[in-house]
C-alpha cells in the first residue's frame, strides 16, 4: 500500500513542480515588458523532463510490482500512455527547435 502511495506522491509532486515552474516563467516573462523569446523553449524542456521523470518512475513502479506481486496489468496502459506523451512532447521539442533553427537562418 506504501508503494502505490510513495508512487501517486511522486507523480503529483512532479506535476505540482512543473506548474510551479510554469507559473515563475509567466511571472518572470510578466515582470519584463519586452517578450521573452526564450520562454517557449525552456517550457518544452521542463515539460519534456517532467514526461521522463513520470516515464521512469513507471518503470521503476512496475519493475518492483513485477518482481513481488506478479505482472500489473493495470500498469501496461498508464505505462504506454506515459510514453506515448514522452515520445509526442520529444517529437515536439524537435520541431520547435528545426523551426527556430530555420527562421534563425532565413
Known amino acids: ?20 515552474i510554469n ?3 509567466n511571472l518572470k516573462r ?3 515588458a519586452e517578450d ?3 520562454k517557449n523553449g525552456v517550457l518544452k524542456y521542463v515539460e ?8 521512469v518512475v513507471y518503470v521503476i513502479f512496475f519493475l518492483v510490482i513485477l518482481k513481488y506481486y506478479g505482472l500489473p496489468l493495470h500498469l501496461i496502459r ?5 510514453f506515448r506523451s514522452f515520445r509526442n512532447r520529444l517529437y515536439g ?6 523551426a527556430i533553427d530555420n527562421m534563425n537562418q532565413r
Open 23 to 25: 507559473f515563475f516563467l
Open 36 to 38: 521573452w523569446e526564450m
Open 1 to 20: 500500500m506504501m508503494l502505490l502511495f510513495s508512487l501517486e506522491f511522486t507523480l503529483l509532486f512532479v506535476s505540482v513542480l512543473t506548474t510551479a
Open 93 to 98: 521539442l524537435i520541431q520547435y527547435r528545426q
Open 78 to 82: 498508464q505505462m504506454c500512455a506515459t
Open 48 to 55: 519534456l523532463v517532467a514526461e521522463s521523470i513520470n516515464l
Open 30 to 32: 510578466r515582470e519584463h
